[in-house]
Structures are given as structure tokens and as C-alpha cells.
């Protein structure tokens, strides 16, 4: 095999790795949040926590509510993507505004690949 051969089949090896592209990372985001606020009705009628750039399903997170000048409630451990009803029923009777911090949120891909996402920080207001 020459020499122009040789580097012909390396490059030909190597062409699908050179193009291949790296998966986006997901983003997730509080889908009734508007930026980093959101209503508390919003928030009760839809709850869920969904990722931005497709192909990732969010399986579970720690959801902690921090109203202004009050202690803290939770953390809450929720599985799945929306806030659970007992979350929900602290959402309706908390003192707003408050601050919500949903973080350790875990999504998986078509991989089956479990990935920890960036944390969410909103002001929830009445």
C-alpha cells in the first residue's frame, strides 16, 4: 500500500468520529416560569419540570421553597417531572414571594444515561 493510500484509508476511518457531534446538554427549565419569575397560579396549574433541547425525559429532583423572611420548606424529594400534590398544597398555603430552588434534577436520554442538570432558581409571586 502506498503512501496516498494509507492516508486515504486513515481519513476515511477516521471521518465519521471527525463529524460526529456531541449531544446538547440538557437545560431544564420550570415550564410555567416566565425568565425567573412565576405566578403561584401558574405554578399550581402547571407544575412541571420540563428539559429545553428534546430527548431528555427529567426523573426526579429535590424541590425546596424559601418564602421571604420565613423558614425553610422541604427539601422534597419528588420523582418524575411535575410537582407532586403534597408540594403543591405548601405551594397554595406558603407566604409568597418566595424563592423556589429545584436542583439535583436527573434526566435521562435515549442512551438510558442518567445526567444531573443545572439547578432552577425562580421567584414565585401572587
Request: charge should be positive.
Amino acid at each position: 500500500m502506498n503512501r496516498i493510500a494509507f492516508f486515504s484509508l486513515v481519513m476515511l476511518l477516521m471521518s465519521p468520529c471527525a463529524f460526529a457531534q456531541k449531544p446538547k446538554d440538557p437545560q431544564v427549565v420550570l415550564e410555567a416560569a416566565n425568565g425567573k419569575t412565576v405566578s403561584r397560579a401558574k405554578l399550581i396549574t402547571n407544575p412541571k419540570i420540563i428539559e429545553r433541547n428534546n430527548g431528555y425525559d427529567v426523573k426526579e429532583f429535590v424541590l425546596t421553597f424559601v418564602p421571604e423572611g420565613r423558614d425553610i420548606i422541604g427539601p422534597f424529594i419528588t420523582k418524575g417531572n411535575k410537582l407532586t400534590a403534597d408540594e403543591i398544597d405548601v405551594l397554595k398555603r406558603m407566604h409568597v414571594p418566595a424563592k423556589v430552588v429545584i436542583e439535583e434534577i436527573i434526566v435521562t436520554g435515549s442512551d438510558g444515561i442518567p445526567r444531573t442538570c443545572n439547578t432552577i432558581f425562580a421567584k414565585v409571586t401572587e
